[in-house]
C-alpha cells in the first residue's frame, strides 16, 4: 500500500512539474526576447541574445510605461479595495440572513456573474459617456468592481459559511455590535479569503483590455495593458520593446502573489476556515 502511494505521488509531482515547465515557459521566452534585437526575435526566437542590451526597456519606457505603470496601480488598488469590502459586507449579510427573500438576492448576485462584458460595452459605453466619466479613473474603476462583485461575494458567502459563531456570539455578549463583530472579530480573522479575492481581482484588474481600451482614449489616463499596445503599429511592431513592456506589466503581480502566496494557499486548501 505504501509503494503505490509513493509512485501515485511521484507522478502527480511530475505532472506538476510538466505543467509548471510548461506555464513558466512562455514568461521566460517574455523575458528573454525582452533583450534581443528585432532580428534576433525572428532567426533566433529560442535562442539567448547574442549581446545584453536594455535598449528595449528604454524604448518601451519611452513612450510613458512609467504614467501607464502608476494609473495601472491606482485603477487597480481602488477598484480591488471597493470589490473585497463591498463583496464582504454584502456576503456576510447573506450567510447570516434566514429569510427566503435574501436567498434571491444572492442567487442574483450568482447570476450577475454569469452576464459577459462584452455583452454590455456598448449600453455601458453610453452610461459612462452621458455621465461625463470618460477618460477618467472612475469611470473604469466602477465597471471593475460591477464585475468583481459577484464572484468575490460568492467566495466570501462560501468562507463565512463556515466560520465558527461561536466567536461572534462572544463577541456580542461582550457588548459588539453586529457591525463590529463583522470588522474587529470577522474580517481580521478572514485574511486567507481576503487575499485570494485580492489576488484574483487584482490580476483581473491589472490585466483587463476591452473595458480600458474603449472606457480611456486620452493617453494621460491609460493603463498599461493599453499602454503597451502602442508599441503595435498598423503595419509593424517594436516586438523587444513589447516584450520589455509586458516584462515591466508582469512584475508587479509577481511580487504581490508572492507577498500573498502564503494566505492564497491556505483559502486554497481550506485551511484558513
Given at each position: ?12 509531482h ?10 513558466l ?9 525582452a ?13 539567448l ?41 454584502a456576503?456576510?449579510v447573506l450567510?447570516r440572513?434566514s429569510?427566503?427573500r ?13 452576464v459577459?462584458?462584452q455583452?454590455v ?6 452610461l459612462?459617456?452621458?455621465a ?14 460591477a464585475?468583481?462583485i ?16 461561536e ?22 480573522l478572514s485574511?486567507?479569503v ?6 484574483f ?9 476591452i473595458?480600458?481600451l474603449?472606457?480611456?482614449t ?5 493603463t ?6 502602442g ?10 520593446a ?6 515591466i506589466?508582469?512584475?508587479?503581480l509577481?511580487?504581490?502573489f508572492v ?15
Amino acid at each position: 500500500m505504501t509503494s503505490r502511494y509513493r509512485l501515485v505521488s511521484i507522478g502527480l509531482h511530475l505532472v506538476m512539474t510538466v505543467w509548471t515547465l510548461f506555464v513558466l515557459a512562455p514568461l521566460c521566452l517574455m523575458f528573454v526576447a525582452a533583450f534581443k534585437s528585432q532580428a534576433d526575435i525572428f532567426t533566433r526566437p529560442l535562442g539567448l541574445p547574442k549581446t545584453l542590451s536594455f535598449a528595449a526597456f528604454e524604448r518601451a519606457w519611452g513612450i510613458g510605461i512609467g504614467g501607464f505603470l502608476f494609473n495601472s496601480v491606482v485603477v487597480t488598488a481602488l477598484s480591488v479595495t471597493l470589490i473585497v469590502v463591498v463583496s464582504a459586507l454584502a456576503a456576510y449579510v447573506l450567510a447570516r440572513a434566514s429569510s427566503r427573500r435574501m436567498q434571491v438576492l444572492y442567487l442574483l448576485i450568482v447570476a450577475g456573474f454569469a452576464v459577459p462584458v462584452q455583452s454590455v460595452l456598448v449600453p455601458l459605453y453610453q452610461l459612462v459617456s452621458a455621465a461625463g466619466l470618460l477618460n477618467s479613473q472612475i469611470a473604469i474603476v466602477i465597471p471593475y468592481a460591477a464585475y468583481g462583485i459577484p464572484f468575490t461575494t460568492m467566495l466570501f458567502y462560501a468562507f463565512f459559511l463556515e466560520f465558527p459563531r461561536e466567536l461572534e456570539e462572544a463577541a456580542r455578549l461582550d457588548g459588539c455590535s453586529r457591525f463590529q463583530v463583522f470588522w474587529r472579530i470577522v474580517l481580521p480573522l478572514s485574511g486567507p479569503v481576503v487575499a485570494s479575492a485580492a489576488i484574483f481581482q487584482a490580476v483581473f484588474n491589472w490585466n483587463e483590455f476591452i473595458l480600458a481600451l474603449m472606457l480611456l482614449t486620452e493617453t494621460r489616463v491609460r493603463t498599461l495593458p493599453v499602454g503597451i499596445y502602442g508599441l503595435i503599429g498598423q503595419y509593424s511592431a517594436d516586438w523587444p520593446a513589447l516584450m520589455a513592456g509586458l516584462a515591466i506589466a508582469t512584475l508587479p503581480l509577481l511580487v504581490v502573489f508572492v507577498a500573498a502566496q502564503r494566505h492564497f494557499v491556505r483559502s486554497m486548501s481550506g485551511l484558513g476556515k
